[in-house]
């Protein structure tokens, strides 16, 4: 299947670093996006269907040879296994997530000891829809039941609306995880506000405690848990296990979603920065960049919605090596981006099967090499990518 386009990117940040305020109401100009050039690309990958019938799927976790595990955001727990998918659900689950809106079953984090322990965490909305929040479930996988669950963590404030919860995992090689909580949707100034999670990535123990050396546990009403902040709906949460770098993408309001390389205790604007503008087409913030605030490392405007975001390290696709595959759901691609010189912007970005015309919401690099996706929808699927 072809790829659709390949998009090179020309970025020119030092037109923006002199921060001249508008004199009307227009948008600010977007960064990384100061010339594009559509370029046909021929390259081909074989899509494989590996299963359908799943109800709006989110996550998935490599759980054995053949085996993967599957969250479903207004469903349940599945296992595709052999070759097929389990008819039946896994038992157990996190106990009574809000299954509306965004909010549901989210993301699936292996216990860096996975192979011994079998324990995993399961990120979900807990409450209400008018008081509701992100929060981890912990539990042990043993055969197709998941036994001694709890709840390790709840977010808070609670907010109240079922809207933007964030929800992705990361264990990083000294066993912390990270979390990103979303800004709640109509709570845009939470995500500057040190004493909310909201708007957060979390670093966190494996007992939803916060994890050692957080840069913020010594400043007054800050709490523990926050590692970066200044985030909108971060749904995107990736290592590169070659350079160690922390990747995530988040979601922008009518434009500009966002890729940004992550370093613990840095502001990265939200909403005093921006490249959309509100849904009704208003003003957030004319400012694009600022001193002391990270500059995006790509950004979408029109925004494509992303969700899913994997770095390709592996033999199958070697062409592919070092790339970022960003998941796409209203662009319905996957995205894939290459970094330019500075190690902190990428400048290239190709398409992949977009004549498939279907929302994506997770990517991931399988063991085998093999690029593994969900599709977003009452009738999801589960594909494989390989060459053609």
């Not at 559509?38 to 998935?60: C, D, F, H, R, Y």
């Not at 709890?150 to 990083?172: N, T, Y």
């Given at each position: 299947?072809?790829?659709?386009?390949?998009?090179?990117?020309?970025?020119?940040?030092?037109?923006?670093?002199?921060?001249?305020?508008?004199?009307?109401?227009?948008?600010?100009?977007?960064?990384?996006?100061?010339?594009?050039?559509?370029?046909?690309?021929?390259?081909?990958?074989?899509?494989?269907?590996?299963?359908?019938?799943?109800?709006?799927?989110w996550s998935l976790a490599f759980v054995g040879k053949d085996e993967i595990l599957i969250s479903e955001k207004h469903g349940g727990m599945r296992l595709w296994k052999?070759?097929?998918?389990?008819?039946?659900?896994?038992?157990?689950?996190?106990?009574?997530?809000?299954?509306?809106?965004?909010?549901?079953?989210?993301?699936?984090?292996?216990?860096?000891?996975?192979?011994?322990?079998?324990?995993?965490?399961?990120?979900?909305?807990?409450?209400e829809k008018t008081a509701n929040h992100t929060a981890i479930w912990k539990a042990r996988l043993v055969d197709n039941q998941l036994v001694e669950g709890r709840v390790?963590?709840?977010?808070?404030?609670?907010?109240?609306?079922?809207?933007?919860?964030?929800?992705?995992?990361?264990?990083?090689?000294?066993?912390?995880?990270?979390?990103?909580?979303?800004?709640?949707?109509?709570?845009?100034?939470?995500?500057?506000?040190?004493?909310?999670?909201?708007?957060?990535?979390?670093?966190l123990d494996k007992e939803g405690r916060a994890a050692a050396e957080n840069p913020f546990v010594k400043t007054p009403k800050a709490l523990p848990e926050i590692w970066?902040?200044?985030?909108?709906?971060?749904?995107?949460?990736?290592?590169?296990?070659?350079?160690?770098?922390?990747?995530?993408?988040?979601?922008?309001?009518?434009?500009?979603?966002?890729?940004?390389?992550?370093?613990?205790?840095?502001?990265?604007?939200?909403?005093?920065?921006?490249?959309?503008?509100?849904?009704?087409?208003?003003?957030?913030?004319?400012?694009?960049?600022?001193?002391?605030?990270?500059?995006?490392?790509?950004?979408?405007?029109?925004?494509?919605?992303?969700?899913?975001?994997?770095?390709?390290?592996?033999?199958?696709?070697?062409?592919?090596?070092?790339?970022?595959?960003?998941?796409?759901?209203?662009?319905?691609?996957?995205?894939?981006?290459?970094?330019?010189?500075?190690?902190?912007?990428?400048?290239?970005?190709?398409?992949?099967?977009?004549?498939?015309?279907?929302?994506?919401?997770?990517?991931?690099?399988?063991?085998?090499?093999?690029?593994?996706?969900?599709?977003?929808?009452?009738?999801?699927?589960?594909?494989?990518?390989?060459?053609?």
């Amino acid at each position: 299947m072809n790829i659709s386009t390949k998009t090179l990117v020309v970025t020119f940040f030092s037109v923006l670093f002199g921060l001249v305020q508008a004199q009307t109401k227009a948008p600010p100009t977007p960064v990384a996006l100061i010339n594009q050039l559509i370029i046909p690309n021929t390259e081909s990958v074989k899509i494989e269907q590996l299963a359908s019938g799943l109800k709006s799927p989110w996550s998935l976790a490599f759980v054995g040879k053949d085996e993967i595990l599957i969250s479903e955001k207004h469903g349940g727990m599945r296992l595709w296994k052999n070759g097929a998918l389990s008819k039946q659900f896994i038992e157990g689950g996190p106990p009574s997530p809000l299954q509306i809106s965004d909010s549901g079953i989210l993301d699936i984090a292996l216990d860096p000891d996975f192979n011994s322990n079998r324990l995993i965490y399961i990120s979900f909305v807990e409450g209400e829809k008018t008081a509701n929040h992100t929060a981890i479930w912990k539990a042990r996988l043993v055969d197709n039941q998941l036994v001694e669950g709890r709840v390790i963590f709840r977010s808070k404030p609670d907010k109240a609306e079922p809207k933007h919860p964030g929800g992705r995992m990361l264990f990083l090689p000294d066993k912390s995880l990270l979390l990103t909580i979303g800004d709640g949707f109509n709570y845009k100034a939470a995500a500057q506000d040190l004493g909310s999670h909201l708007g957060k990535t979390l670093r966190l123990d494996k007992e939803g405690r916060a994890a050692a050396e957080n840069p913020f546990v010594k400043t007054p009403k800050a709490l523990p848990e926050i590692w970066t902040y200044g985030h909108r709906n971060a749904q995107g949460l990736t290592r590169d296990i070659t350079t160690g770098e922390i990747w995530l993408h988040e979601h922008g309001p009518r434009g500009g979603d966002e890729v940004n390389l992550l370093v613990a205790g840095a502001n990265y604007g939200w909403p005093l920065l921006t490249h959309g503008v509100d849904y009704d087409g208003s003003i957030i913030s004319e400012r694009a960049f600022a001193p002391g605030m990270q500059r995006a490392s790509f950004i979408w405007v029109p925004s494509i919605a992303p969700s899913g975001l994997a770095v390709y390290r592996g033999e199958i696709f070697p062409d592919w090596n070092g790339k970022l595959l960003v998941g796409a759901l209203a662009a319905k691609s996957i995205n894939r981006l290459r970094k330019g010189k500075d190690s902190d912007l990428l400048i290239e970005e190709e398409r992949l099967i977009g004549n498939l015309k279907k929302r994506i919401r997770d990517v991931r690099v399988g063991p085998d090499g093999l690029i593994y996706v969900l599709t977003d929808s009452a009738d999801g699927e589960l594909l494989r990518l390989r060459p053609n």
